[in-house]
């Protein structure tokens, strides 16, 4: 019963994240010009405008290119989308796992690939925003290194 139980959790904590960025996802498709619009300003290094001194240094990292950018914003949601449904394919399966309808290792494979996929994001903003310098603005970085932390969490979770 302590092995079925700790399945049921890790059903829900992989389910937890499937939400979060199902949910981001789907605004990032509905409404899209919000999250763009935030990635063109990162990407132009609007955050290094109160710091010319910095900018002249890095500024030949900037894209403005608004066709490079729009790419640049679907990659990231078809990541989002590919990493949503992994997480939520791993999260059935292992609820169908805790009833026994479904093979453990298998399920807990699928839903590492996609709490894999979900801190891969929140990671590669977190480089990308080195990069780009974001942190010297107010553009997420707190929200991405949680991510990435609480990707990590759930990876520790299903690798248990």
Request: proline share 1%.
């Amino acid at each position: 019963m302590e092995l079925q139980i700790f399945v049921l959790v890790q059903a829900v904590v992989v389910a937890l994240p499937a939400a979060w960025l199902s949910l981001g996802a789907l605004d990032n498709i509905l409404h899209s010009g919000i999250n763009r619009d935030d990635v063109a300003r990162v990407l132009a290094l609007e955050a290094l405008r109160e710091w010319p001194d910095v900018r002249a240094r890095v500024g030949h990292r900037a894209i403005t290119n608004e066709r490079t950018v729009r790419l640049l914003f679907i990659l990231v949601v078809m990541a989002e989308c590919a990493a949503s449904i992994l997480l939520w394919i791993g999260a059935i399966g292992l609820g169908l796992a805790f009833f026994g309808l479904a093979d453990h290792g298998e399920a807990r494979d699928l839903a590492m690939i996609g709490a894999l996929g979900f801190t891969g994001i929140w990671a590669s903003f977190l480089i990308g925003g080195q990069w780009f310098y974001y942190w010297y603005g107010e553009y997420g970085q707190s929200t991405h290194l949680k991510a990435t932390l609480w990707g990590l969490a759930t990876l520790i979770v299903l690798a248990l």
